[in-house]
């Protein structure tokens, strides 16, 4: 197994960029935090109900209860197998935490999109329940409106992703995680894709980048 990290803003594409590989290379599995806590959370499980408040309020949850779920990911994933991590580590305990863990962490892909262009990406979101799909109004969407293509799943709206919330994660993404940025650079792991082209050129770029 090998990990690659994928940075970027909240609504930068991590998501769609590993959802589409992961669809397409058998090889590939897509670990997303934010999935793994909103999972624990419908099923209301001790840490789904403690990383609610902070997820609403568009702060991180606290490391150890993200890092124990990353941890039995690493532990459970065998063989030839790409992880393409989105959303952790999302800051430089967590990194630190990441390298104690003994995962085989190989780089970091960079998605670079401008905070000007987020909101409008996380306004026309709309993801899957079921499958995690996701989508965008005008960019990507479904063929049947509001309706996923996949699984035939009603499509919904995350609850941190209306204008105020937004505003906060990317105060918190550029206080808390693009310090990952120099952290992985320093290291010789980063590479950086340019995130505003459309979907399937980020995908290519990302693929060659990792
Ligand atoms: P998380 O779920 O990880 O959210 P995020 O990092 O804020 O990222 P998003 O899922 O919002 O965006 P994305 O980059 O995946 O973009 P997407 O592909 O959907 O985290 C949520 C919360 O959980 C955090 O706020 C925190 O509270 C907690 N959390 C998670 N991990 C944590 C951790 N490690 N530690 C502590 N707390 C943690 O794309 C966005 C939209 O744009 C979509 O509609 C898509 O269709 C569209 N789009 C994508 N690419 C393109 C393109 N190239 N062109 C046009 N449109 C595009």
Known sequence: MKIVILLGAPGSGKGTVAGKLASEHASMKHVSSGDLLRGAIAKGTAAGLEAKGYMEKGNLVPDALIATMIKD????????????????????????????????????????????????????????????AGYHVRNLPPKVEGVC??????????????????????????????????????????KKVDGTTGVDNVVKAFLEAM
Do not use: W
Not at 152 to 174: C, F, M, Q, S
């Open 149 to 190: 293509d996949n699984c035939g799943e009603a499509l919904v709206i995350r609850k941190d992703d209306n204008p105020e919330t937004v505003k906060d994660r990317l105060v918190v993404y550029h206080q808390q995680t693009e310090p990952l940025i120099s952290y992985y650079s320093g290291k010789g792991m980063l």
């Open 73 to 132: 990911v690493v532990a459970e994933t065998e063989g030839d197998v790409t992880m393409l991590l989105d959303g952790f580590p999302r800051n430089l305990a967590q990194a630190k935490i990441l390298e104690e863990m003994g995962a085989p962490v190989t780089g970091a892909v960079l998605i670079d999109v401008p905070d000007s262009i987020i909101q409008d990406r996380i306004a026309g979101r709309r993801t899957c329940p079921k499958c995690k």
